[in-house]
């Protein structure tokens, strides 16, 4: 654009050339009545600026920078929040809003992540403490979405590395859209990317499956994972299959993975991060996520109502990470709630069910419902067989007898005790001696999930032994 400007000049080439011709500009006698004509200035300059219009004007606003045509800003930040709560919702005005103003906060060179809701409920802060790793999730998001907000999500904040992972609820919610053409929209958000944010490694990972309610889109969800990889490998970026990792012998998300079939447990999120994370620094944060991890399988939750009104504000009653109790007293002879949480059947006080939303309410029983975090503590804690009790304040559960168990479930249920043991072992101040001694029994349990065949019985035994001895020794420091 520079060089546009001294070509209209008087120091431009065509200021030089309107000087020098801007004068009598003889012609011959056949070719007008008039013996000479004098060539007015303006009418040159009028024919040459014609001319830059045309040519020159196009090239330039094409070779501006990639970063200039992301990140500059068309609307002030009020009217930018103000557009995306119209067009895109409340929560995606009010993060963009949070991220507008903590983005000149944020050091250069970390590591983001950027998505939608399962990426803004990873526990990064709680896995990666003190480190500068910033999360750009925002739930319900597109890649419409993540295109719209590349300045605030990367661009800005210079980092070293992006982990991008988004198209779920593109696939769930325009079912009418056909995958080549999210596809296309994926294509250009990576070329963005890759321009905006030339010094930044950028690592996309597949969309994961679903499952319940949900499952009947993940034939989409492979169709996009294969043109993810495809357009990945074009632009020269690595590609994780984190799908193929998290999916069972259906083709579906884990369940233990899930506690709504889309979002994660904190074992779905301890296995994204083994799959990203090198192994020999895993143990590091499977340690720092120990803390976590034993509070999301206490074994009592808060009550937040007992058979509220079935009418209210949300269905069911049953408002964001809350959990309910249903009796045979509730208006209503099922739950009434949505499909964004888990229920569990209780009869003659043991769990008899498992279910997603709007669960029938047993004559002999009641029906535990809980959405988000509580919803999350239904799935990774209640299991048919036990026994649960409650009153006003709090449900408790007693876990089901481990004889039980056939040997995968076992080998959860050790892992589970481990991390609850680290857990404590933290909030005590253990010595560094016994945690030493915890990190040979996770490699020992870090081995044993990693077979494709079940482990035998001696060495879920060995390990009880060791686990049991760890407990011991933190017993008496």
């Given at each position: 654009?520079?060089?546009?400007?001294?070509?209209?000049?008087?120091?431009?080439?065509?200021?030089?050339?309107?000087?020098?011709?801007?004068?009598?500009?003889?012609?011959?006698?056949?070719?007008?009545?008039?013996?000479?004509?004098?060539?007015?200035?303006?009418?040159?300059?009028?024919?040459?600026?014609?001319?830059?219009?045309?040519?020159?004007?196009?090239?330039?606003?094409?070779?501006?920078?990639?970063?200039?045509?992301?990140?500059?800003?068309?609307l002030?930040?009020?009217?930018?929040?103000?557009d995306?709560?119209?067009?895109?919702g409340d929560?995606?005005?009010e993060?963009?809003?949070l991220?507008?103003?903590?983005?000149?906060?944020?050091?250069?060179?970390?590591?983001?992540?950027?998505?939608?809701?399962?990426?803004?409920?990873?526990?990064?802060d709680?896995?990666?403490?003190?480190?500068?790793?910033?999360?750009?999730?925002?739930?319900?998001?597109?890649?419409?979405?993540?295109?719209?907000?590349?300045?605030?999500?990367?661009?800005?904040?210079?980092?070293?590395r992006?982990?991008?992972?988004?198209?779920?609820?593109?696939?769930?919610?325009?079912?009418?859209?056909?995958?080549?053409?999210?596809?296309?929209?994926?294509?250009?958000?990576?070329v963005?990317?890759?321009?905006?944010?030339?010094?930044?490694?950028?690592?996309?990972?597949?969309?994961?499956?679903?499952?319940?309610?949900?499952?009947?889109?993940?034939?989409?969800?492979?169709?996009?994972?294969?043109?993810?990889?495809?357009?990945?490998?074009?632009?020269?970026?690595?590609?994780?299959?984190?799908?193929?990792?998290?999916?069972?012998?259906?083709?579906?998300?884990?369940?233990?993975?899930?506690?709504d079939?889309?979002?994660?447990?904190?074992?779905?999120?301890?296995?994204?991060?083994?799959?990203?994370?090198?192994?020999?620094?895993?143990?590091?944060?499977?340690l720092?996520?120990a803390?976590?991890?034993?509070?999301?399988?206490?074994?009592?939750?808060?009550?937040?109502a007992?058979?509220?009104?079935a009418?209210?504000k949300?269905?069911?009653?049953?408002?964001?990470?809350?959990?309910?109790?249903?009796?045979?007293?509730?208006?209503?002879?099922?739950?009434?709630?949505?499909?964004?949480?888990?229920?569990?059947?209780?009869?003659?006080?043991?769990?008899?069910?498992?279910?997603?939303?709007?669960?029938?309410?047993?004559?002999?029983?009641?029906?535990?419902?809980?959405?988000?975090?509580?919803?999350?503590?239904?799935?990774?804690?209640?299991?048919?067989?036990?026994?649960?009790?409650?009153?006003?304040n709090?449900?408790?559960?007693f876990?089901?007898?481990?004889?039980?168990?056939?040997?995968?479930?076992?080998?959860?249920?050790?892992?589970?005790?481990?991390?609850?043991?680290?857990?404590?072992?933290?909030?005590?101040?253990?010595?560094?001696?016994?945690?030493?001694?915890?990190?040979?029994?996770?490699?020992?349990?870090?081995?044993?999930?990693?077979?494709?065949e079940?482990?035998?019985?001696?060495?879920?035994?060995?390990?009880?032994?060791?686990?049991?001895?760890?407990?011991?020794?933190?017993?008496?420091?």
């Open positions: 654009m520079d060089k546009l400007l001294s070509l209209v000049t008087a120091e431009g080439r065509l200021g030089k050339y309107l000087k020098r011709y801007g004068k009598d500009f003889p012609m011959k006698k056949d070719d007008s009545p008039f013996k000479s004509q004098k060539c007015a200035p303006a009418i040159l300059h009028f024919l040459f600026m014609f001319f830059l219009l045309i040519v020159f004007i196009p090239s330039c606003s094409q070779t501006m920078s990639g970063k200039q045509k992301d990140s500059a800003p068309v002030s930040p009020d009217a930018r929040i103000q995306a709560r119209t067009r895109r929560h995606y005005a993060m963009l809003s991220f507008l103003k903590n983005t000149p906060e944020q050091k250069p060179g970390g590591i983001v992540f950027l998505g939608d809701s399962i990426t803004e409920q990873f526990p990064l709680r896995a990666f403490p003190q480190k500068n790793v910033i999360n750009r999730g925002i739930g319900g998001d597109r890649i419409e979405g993540v295109a719209e907000r590349l300045d605030v999500s990367v661009n800005d904040l210079s980092p070293s992006v982990y991008l992972m988004i198209g779920v609820n593109d696939i769930l919610f325009t079912q009418s859209v056909p995958v080549s053409s999210l596809g296309k929209l994926y294509g250009d958000l990576l963005r990317m890759k321009r905006s944010a030339p010094n930044t490694a950028i690592m996309v990972q597949s969309v994961l499956p679903v499952s319940g309610n949900f499952a009947k889109s993940n034939p989409r969800i492979v169709e996009l994972n294969t043109l993810i990889k495809n357009l990945s490998e074009k632009e020269g970026i690595p590609y994780i299959d984190l799908h193929s990792r998290m999916t069972n012998y259906k083709g579906e998300l884990r369940d233990e993975f899930t506690f079939g889309v979002h994660l447990t904190l074992e779905g999120y301890l296995e994204w991060l083994e799959a990203i994370v090198p192994s020999e620094e895993f143990f590091d944060v499977a720092s996520l803390p976590l991890f034993r509070e999301k399988h206490k074994t009592s939750h808060p009550v937040a007992i058979d509220p009104p009418v209210g949300y269905p069911g009653s049953r408002g964001k990470d809350q959990l309910i109790i249903y009796t045979p007293k509730y208006e209503r002879s099922s739950t009434g709630t949505n499909e964004w949480g888990n229920e569990a059947v209780i009869e003659n006080g043991r769990v008899t069910r498992i279910l997603r939303n709007d669960s029938p309410v047993p004559a002999n029983g009641y029906v535990i419902s809980g959405h988000g975090s509580a919803g999350a503590w239904i799935y990774s804690n209640l299991k048919p067989g036990m026994t649960v009790e409650y009153n006003a709090k449900v408790r559960f876990p089901v007898p481990e004889t039980d168990f056939v040997p995968r479930e076992r080998l959860a249920a050790l892992r589970s005790q481990w991390f609850n043991l680290l857990g404590e072992s933290l909030e005590n101040k253990s010595s560094s001696s016994l945690i030493l001694e915890a990190k040979k029994i996770f490699q020992t349990l870090q081995d044993l999930k990693g077979r494709k079940d482990p035998d019985p001696e060495e879920l035994m060995n390990l009880e032994r060791d686990l049991k001895a760890l407990e011991d020794k933190m017993k008496k420091e």
